[in-house]
């Protein structure tokens, strides 16, 4: 192999791993250097993407993880959506054993 490949899969191999801190320098314009620029893109959506998993709640981590694939042609639905941000002690226990409406009239 040649320089640019190993590092670029010695890079894959660390991702294989579960470590999303990595990056390979590419300075050529090649095949190779496409490669690795759209590597190093693909790497930081992953790590934008498992940012964000700490903002979803479990059960839609477990949804999502359960869908073995991605429909293509799967067409988008618009929903009407309420979210409720609190600080309340205590709101979020009182929140998962009732209703929204319940917990909203004891507000």
Do not use: C, W
């Not at 993880?65 to 979210?83: M, N, P």
């Amino acid at each position: 192999f040649s320089g640019p490949i190993q590092r670029l899969t010695k890079a894959m191999l660390k991702v294989r791993e579960g470590d999303l801190d990595v990056e390979v320098q590419s300075k050529s314009n090649d095949e190779v250097g496409i490669l690795t620029k759209t590597f190093n893109e693909m790497i930081k959506g992953l790590r934008e993407r498992f940012a964000l998993t700490k903002y979803v709640g479990d059960h839609t981590l477990k949804m999502i993880q359960e869908k073995e694939t991605v429909d293509i042609d799967e067409k988008a639905t618009f929903q009407e959506l309420a979210i409720l941000f609190t600080d309340i002690r205590g709101s979020t226990s009182k929140i998962s054993t009732s209703t929204p409406e319940i917990f909203l009239e004891k507000l």
